[in-house]
Antibody, heavy 121, light 107 residues
Framework: EVQLVESGGGLIQPGGSLRLSCAASGFTVSSNYMSWVRQAPRKGLEWVSVIYSSGSKYYADSVKGRFTISKDNSKNILYLQLNSLRAEDTAVYYC???????????????WGQGTLVTVSS | DIQMTQSPSSLSASVGDRVTITCRASQSISSYLNWYQQKPGRAPKLLIYAASSFQSGVPSRFGGSGSGTDFNLTISSLQPEDSATYYCQQSYSTPLTFGGGTKVEIK
């Protein structure tokens, strides 16, 4: 059974750092496109970052230079390092597996339950 | 960046009604369009991928159509458990983008 479990969220002051983890089971992170998607309170979904099976990484402009996506293939865990946090980064952060079909691997077929990051002084 | 515009932002319909949600892309995305359902406090769930393909386990009352820039999600006979917010997402290119969401309520 495919499962994604996020952790690492919490209350953090502006300018602070946090590392989110997403533990995967039932498939291997190494062979899939993996993304982070966030949702601010009472708002819509916003894609944050993707890491390809090759290791290539892409980011939304809103987080470029501040957030870093990575993965540990041996532990089957996806990470998101959040630096220089701002109030507008407050959101539930979901990890999601990208499923491939018709030459795209950007369809999110499995999602974690999410972890809440609150940036506030 | 590809902008995704959904309409309406909310709707209220009765059980058994046919409901259609529209999603428009700011440029052609061929059939690289997915639909998700999200219930309060839950993660989104994939319903339709590649504009019209059903994800496993999704009830047949859900259907997707369209290509290019205009897409529809149709619920043929609305059920109480369909009360949720629905999002479209383009899977054509990064940055990946979502529509603003359509909240569906049951009268």
């Amino acid at each position: 059974e495919v499962q994604l479990v996020e952790s690492g969220g919490g209350l953090i002051q502006p300018g602070g750092s946090l590392r989110l983890s997403c533990a995967a089971s039932g498939f291997t992170v190494s062979s899939n496109y993996m993304s982070w998607v966030r949702q601010a309170p009472r708002k819509g979904l916003e894609w944050v970052s993707v890491i390809y099976s090759s290791g290539s990484k892409y980011y939304a402009d809103s987080v470029k230079g501040r957030f870093t996506i990575s993965k540990d293939n041996s532990k089957n865990i996806l990470y998101l390092q959040l630096n220089s946090l701002r109030a507008e980064d407050t959101a539930v952060y979901y990890c999601a597996r990208g499923s491939c079909s018709e030459s795209t691997c950007y369809t999110f077929d499995y999602w974690g339950q999410g972890t809440l990051v609150t940036v506030s002084s | 960046d590809i902008q995704m515009t959904q309409s309406p932002s909310s709707l209220s319909a009765s059980v058994g009604d046919r409901v259609t949600i529209t999603c428009r892309a700011s440029q052609s995305i061929s059939s690289y369009l997915n639909w998700y359902q999200q219930k309060p406090g839950r993660a989104p769930k994939l319903l339709i991928y590649a504009a019209s393909s059903f994800q496993s386990g999704v009830p047949s009352r859900f259907g997707g159509s369209g290509s290019g820039t205009d897409f529809n999600l149709t619920i043929s006979s609305l059920q109480p458990e369909d009360s949720a917010t629905y999002y479209c997402q383009q899977s054509y290119s990064t940055p990946l983008t979502f529509g603003g969401g359509t909240k569906v309520e049951i009268k």
